[in-house]
């Protein structure tokens, strides 16, 4: 299985930014989802954004306009820019990755991320102070 290791929280004013690294263990794009999610203090975690396996994003409305998620692929990296960050934010974030489910449509192959990830960082902190 694909390891996972977060890197780059920390400690950030409102409206500041942060960059958090997802570095992997084996080359991901083309057969993993890659996903960061994250869980504040008494709450569920959620998803944040996404890139399936075909480098396409897809993001929560929460962070979306202020999240970017990206990856490259020559460091087997994820990455999320996180910009105008708010005390809302403050969390631990995880990266996750999953393989795509494939699916037909009209006989036509698709694929996408699955509901559930299957490999999962130990996370890195983020507190946004107000």
């Known amino acids: 299985q694909v390891q996972l290791v977060e890197s780059g929280g920390g400690s950030v004013q409102s409206g500041g930014s942060l960059r958090l690294s997802c570095a992997a263990s084996e080359y991901t794009y083309g057969k993993y989802c890659m996903g960061w999610f994250r869980q504040a203090a008494g709450k569920e975690r959620e998803e944040i954004a996404h890139?399936?396996?075909?480098?396409?994003?897809s993001y929560a409305d929460s962070v979306k306009g202020r999240f970017t998620i990206s990856q490259d692929n020559a460091k087997n990296t994820l990455y999320l820019q996180m910009n105008s960050l708010k005390p809302e934010d403050t969390a631990i974030y995880y990266c996750?990755?999953?393989?795509?489910?494939?699916?037909?449509?009209?006989?036509?192959?698709?694929?996408?991320?699955?509901?559930?990830?299957?490999?999962w960082g130990q996370g890195t902190q983020v507190t946004v102070s107000s």
């Open positions: 890139i399936d396996s075909d480098g396409w994003p």
């Open positions: 996750a990755a999953a393989p795509p489910t494939k699916y037909y449509h009209n006989f036509v192959a698709y694929t996408r991320c699955p509901g559930d990830f299957h490999y």
